[in-house]
């Protein structure tokens, strides 16, 4: 094995390493907003965890993406510790696939069709499938198939490149020799943890371990503690990805090590137990790609269904294990959006809309909460308008900065849809909370000049109330629910608002001149009536914005104009329900 050899091997797994990131971030992206629905049918049933985190990890082939997207998603509060310990399990059997693929590499015929299963024959089709699915396809689903397809063929060429680099070393004595302090089981273990924490992929280096196999040189005695060696070495991901998160975010990676660690010293105890007591007679033989598939995957089962009733043991100690003290607690907070979830966009998007969500309904409360003040003031309302108005000052400075952030990553046409969406309302729900302030204000005035609203005004403000109180139901339901069918009743109902104030300041005005009102309440009701037009245009924008992503559109002025000019049937019957449902007195 010459120096040409170790540069080929060094080049097999760059394009091993890159070929796999690609197809990762490929599936993931195709996955979209389906691993984040997938991540919320999370139950306590532990099998029903298992299944979640075996799946997920198919999905995106690589368990150290899906352990970051746990402490992601713990350090944000999104997912307790109990929830993981499931998903932690099924992702170590998940990752077991990636061996079984590369084990085909070792598949000898002189069948043509068996030939075909082997990667160095069918890769180049697929390459060729895939660059042509990603350069002539407008469409970005079938560009990501593309990826899938480029990023696994460029994995089995780097697989096909390290395999010959190393078939040099079956001649080579040296190379013996070496295996020879390899049959150690404990320096074969600390060799596979070592091996992958360094290049932070278990699957690469199982198919290191894979391509050294076909030399012949590679037995049982030392493929099987590598291998489970490996499984340790793959959590160095998790552990970096856990600097400086809360308590509980870093127990997902103690339990994520504790797991392969008490595993690892199991199956190690039993295996060699078993061969002192029975002698086994295949500990010395040669092992091949396919054996080391089934090797990894024996283990990584049995490791599960050995620890998976003790799920809560493994919480215990990772509690234990992670100091709780003093100044950890104050440090402790949960993180409102973790930039971890980046690395994971479409988690990341479908968080920013549970976020807005949030602020949706913060915005709706405070504005219903302004209008309970403003015939009978209450401080303890006021201040919690006051508070709300913050928070919602605070959650679109912090949603906007990290979707900014996120929009500079590659996102799918849906997710990028829904990240422009964001953008456009979460400013609608904070400027709603600045009214509800400006109402508050008035009611204070009010209240501190002992002023009131006559009793017409009130039973006209009362109707308005009511109006303004189910355009706020509906827009933000419609948002929740991103229910189109609710969105289309919110403009008809923005029109009756309209007309309400219009008509309720004209009747103000008329009651100042027959001495009926205060005139000092005339600039009051004024800016009340000019604030509620604003919050039902707010919401009215909101709405626009849900029918129009639908449409994948974003000119709300032009949906607005066409809406009013085609004056549809449905609107119309809307429009007269909504008119005959908030009628003012004829006083």
Same mark, same amino acid.
């Given at each position: ?6 540069f ?8 091993? +390493?890159?070929?796999m ?10 996955? *979209? ?11 306590s ?6 299944g979640l985190?075996?799946? @997920?990890?198919?999905?995106v082939?690589?368990s ?12 944000? *509060? ?19 696939l ?27 089709? @697929? ?28 994995l ?15 001649e ?19 060799f ?5 924490? @360094? ?14 196999s ?8 030392i493929?099987?503690?590598? $291998?489970?060696?490996?499984n340790? =070495?793959?959590?160095?991901?998790a ?18 090590m504790?797991?392969?660690?008490? *595993?690892?010293v199991?199956? +190690? ?5 078993l ?25 990584? @089962? ?7 009733p003790?799920?809560? +043991? ?13 100044d950890?607690?104050?440090? /402790? ?7 971890r ?8 998007t ?21 209008? /309970? ?7 303890k309302?006021? /201040?919690?308008?006051?508070k ?14 990290y979707?900014?952030? +996120? ?10 849809r ?66 189109v ?14 007309e ?12 100042m001149?027959? =001495? ?5 309440? *005339? ?14 245009d707010?919401y ?6 849900? $029918? ?5 559109s ?13 004056r ?6 809307n ?10 007195t004829?006083?």
């Amino acid at each position: 094995m010459d120096i040409f050899s170790v540069f080929a091997l060094c080049g097999g797994l760059a394009f091993f +390493l890159f070929g796999m990131h690609v197809m990762s971030q490929s599936l993931e992206k195709l996955a *979209g907003g389906k691993l984040e629905t997938t991540l919320r049918k999370m139950t306590s049933n532990p099998f029903k965890s298992l299944g979640l985190g075996a799946a @997920i990890t198919v999905a995106v082939q690589s368990s150290s993406a899906v352990t970051v997207m746990l402490v992601g998603l713990v350090n944000s *509060g999104i997912m307790t510790l109990d929830q993981t310990v499931g998903v932690i399990m099924g992702s170590n059997i998940g990752t077991t696939l990636t061996a079984w693929i590369l084990s085909m590499a070792g598949i000898e015929s002189d069948n043509v069709f068996i030939s075909l299963l082997k990667p160095e024959n069918f890769s180049p089709i @697929i390459a060729l499938f895939g660059i042509l699915l990603f350069m002539l396809s407008k469409k970005k689903k079938r560009q990501d198939m593309g990826l899938i397809m480029l990023g696994f063929s460029v994995l089995m060429y780097g697989m096909e490149l390290m395999k010959n680099a190393v078939a040099p070393l079956a001649e080579m004595e040296g190379f013996q020799n070496l295996l020879v302090g390899f049959t150690n089981p404990i320096v074969s273990v600390l060799f596979g943890t070592l091996f992958t924490g @360094i290049i932070q992929s278990s699957a690469a280096s199982v198919g290191i371990l894979q391509a050294l196999s076909m030399t012949g040189s590679i037995s049982y005695r030392i493929a099987i503690p590598i $291998i489970m060696g490996q499984n340790i =070495g793959t959590c160095v991901t998790a552990l970096i990805s856990s600097i400086g998160v809360n308590r509980n975010a870093k127990c997902v990676t103690v339990v994520h090590m504790s797991f392969n660690i008490i *595993g690892t010293v199991v199956c +190690l105890a039993a295996f060699y137990g078993l061969d002192a007591l029975i002698h086994f007679s295949f500990v010395d033989k040669a092992i091949s790609p396919v054996e080391i598939a089934f090797v990894h995957s024996i283990f990584n @089962i049995v490791t599960t269904v050995i620890l998976l009733p003790f799920s809560n +043991l493994l919480v215990k100690l990772a509690n234990k294990i992670v100091p709780n003290s003093k100044d950890m607690q104050a440090e /402790d907070k949960t993180v409102w959006l973790d930039e971890r979830l980046l690395s994971s966009p479409p988690l990341a998007t479908s968080q920013c809309r549970q976020k807005a969500k949030g602020m949706a309904k913060i915005s709706k409360t405070a504005m219903q909460d302004s209008l /309970d003040i403003m015939f009978k003031y209450d401080n303890k309302i006021a /201040d919690k308008v006051e508070k709300a108005e913050q928070t919602l000052d605070s959650m679109e400075d912090k949603l906007s900065t990290y979707m900014l952030k +996120l929009s500079q990553k590659s996102l799918t046409e849906s997710d990028s849809r829904t990240i422009s969406e964001l953008l456009h309302t979460i400013g609608d729900f904070e400027r709603i909370g600045d009214h509800a302030i400006n109402m508050v204000k008035i009611a204070k005035d009010m209240n501190e000049n002992s002023l009131e609203f006559s009793d017409v005004a009130k039973t006209d403000l009362v109707t308005l109330f009511a109006a303004l109180t189910e355009i706020s139901e509906l827009a933000v339901n419609a948002y929740a629910k991103n229910d189109v069918s609710l969105a289309k009743k919110v403009e008809p109902l923005e029109e009756v608002i309209d007309e309400l104030t219009s008509k309720i300041k004209h009747k103000h005005i008329q009651r100042m001149r027959n =001495g009926l009102c205060k005139p000092e309440l *005339g600039v009051h009701i004024s800016n009340l009536l000019v604030f509620i037009e604003r919050i039902s245009d707010h919401y009215s924008n909101v709405a626009v914005i849900i $029918i129009e992503t639908a449409h994948n559109s974003l000119d709300k002025h032009d949906y607005l104009n066409e809406l009013r000019a085609e004056r549809s049937p449905q609107f119309v019957e809307n429009y007269n329900n909504y008119k005959h449902k908030y009628r003012l007195t004829e006083q």
